[in-house]
């Protein structure tokens, strides 16, 4: 799916791995601008004091910045940052753009890529540069606002678990997990298979914090002049990151069918070559049927390999089914459908030839579902509710441990460092409904009304 390049911290994205990205940003598109966020570009350099202008902002971000400093073979008068994100350069637009209450709320998305100097790589999560979109929006009240940002943390979260069979938890984040300029923090966190956390996605909400930095103001219905209230928020090509390890079994990767760039292969078999073209015939006939009826198939009619190489290298790549056409299966007017998601002989059934789109499309809802109930059974069987500090402690000890653990924490800065400093486990999420009784934190004992996930996270 991807290559390491010659450039630290970088990667190549091979076309298997590109495809899988390229119906992530069909799908995800097409629901962000459901919302009525519209897209657009903004400039890969971003001029440096930009950067300063918000305080947390620069803080947050300056161990990480790619700096230019020479162009054109001088030296520039004022370096250029490699956007790590483009709040800066898309408020200093928004500035200009809003005069009034008639111009919002604005609402742009942007899909492009950052650069964020990581000294520890890993495929797909950390990444030096990764693509991902940015939204941004500029509201006229704080409501609005807010709204938007727990629209959109929706918006991710039916995303993931509908298109890509992710099982999520959903939550604010604690204050030192935040964005660095937002007021709250909201997130989409998954778990892996190895027990360690994910964030998929986060929400922000910005309050009045950029602009203010940036004077982004309108005139109110008054002629008052007023601060515009934002948001941002985003996912990234971690996504691709989470669907390997979610999905993914020692036979290599397994890709819900929404996502998957080719659903079903057809591989046809024959041992003489009298019967090559019957067999391959029944098999073009089924890519029509498939293609018409809006599979993405593809027939693997490949000389010289056999059937067994090509079901391990279709396995591998994580394609959900297999179907199989041979001479007995012509004559009886069959094919064998093999699933990628079960196990053995038992995940075969026959389907006639002529139902083939039917029987197809059935099984790729199935399996679509039975993806996500797995990685859910396995992620709810990894969740704990450690009653005390030594019982967190133990699920989170050794290469081993992990997991979420459902914990009470009084939402004390001092209690979360302690778990940090001592399990290596983050606060993930802190879930926005809570309906059980206030209980002791799990490290002081105070009372707690709150519970929150806690994870070693990627
Ligand atoms: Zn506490």
Not at 301 to 306: F, K, P
């Given at each position: 799916m991807a290559d390491y390049s010659p450039v630290r911290g970088c990667i190549v994205f091979r076309p298997e791995g590109f495809a899988i990205w390229e119906n992530i940003v069909a799908e995800l598109d097409r629901r962000i601008k459901r919302t009525g966020a519209r897209n657009a570009y903004f400039p890969l350099f971003i001029p440096e004091s930009f950067i300063r202008k918000e305080a947390s902002h620069v803080e947050g971000f300056s161990p990480e910045l790619a700096v230019v400093t020479h162009g054109g073979g001088k030296e520039l008068e004022e370096p250029l940052i490699?956007?790590?994100?483009?709040e800066t350069i898309i408020n200093h637009m928004f500035a200009q753009w809003i005069k009034s209450y008639r111009d919002l709320p604005l609402m742009v998305n942007q899909w492009c890529n950052v650069v964020r100097w990581e000294m520890r790589t890993r495929m797909f999560l950390r990444t030096s540069e990764f693509l991902w979109q940015e939204g941004h929006t500029a509201h006229a009240t704080r409501e609005e606002a807010e709204a938007e940002t727990l629209t959109m943390l929706e918006v991710y979260r039916a995303f993931c678990e509908e298109f890509l069979a992710i099982p999520l938890i959903v939550g604010r984040k604690s204050a030192a997990e935040r964005f660095a300029g937002a007021l709250e923090t909201y997130a989409i966190e998954s778990l892996m298979g190895d027990g360690r956390a994910l964030q998929c996605g986060t929400s922000h909400f910005l309050a009045q914090n950029f602009s203010r930095a940036f004077e982004i103001r309108y005139l109110d219905e008054t002629n008052q002049w007023q601060y515009v209230w934002q948001t941002s928020w985003g996912v990234s090509t971690r996504l691709l990151g989470a669907l390997i390890m979610v999905h993914g079994d020692d036979q290599g990767l397994r890709l819900p069918p929404a996502v998957a760039p080719v659903q079903a292969v057809i591989v046809p078999i024959w041992r003489k070559p009298a019967e090559r073209d019957s067999v391959l015939e029944a098999a073009q006939r089924g890519i029509l049927a498939l293609t018409q009826a809006g599979v993405r198939c593809h027939l693997d009619?490949?000389?010289?390999?056999?059937p067994g190489f090509k079901f391990n290298e279709w396995e591998m790549r994580g394609v959900p089914l297999r179907i199989e056409i041979g001479p007995r299966d012509v004559a009886a007017g069959e094919a064998t459908l093999a699933r990628r998601d079960g196990a053995g002989s038992a995940s075969k059934v026959k389907s006639p030839l002529d139902r083939l789109p039917e029987s197809v499309g059935a099984l790729l809802d199935d399996i679509q579902k039975s993806l996500f109930r797995a990685a859910k059974d396995a992620m709810d069987a990894q969740t704990h509710e450690p009653k005390d500090f030594n019982g967190l402690a133990e699920q989170m000890e050794g290469e081993g441990g992990g997991g979420l653990a459902y914990v009470y924490w009084c939402g004390n800065p001092a209690c979360e460092t302690k778990i940090r400093e001592e399990t290596?486990?983050?606060?993930?999420a802190i879930p926005l409904a809570q309906s059980a009784p206030p209980q002791s934190c799990i490290v002081c004992g105070e009372e707690s009304r709150e519970r929150a996930f806690f994870a070693k996270a990627y």
């Open positions: 490699v956007r790590p994100t483009s009619d490949r000389a010289g390999i056999t290596r486990a983050t606060c993930r």
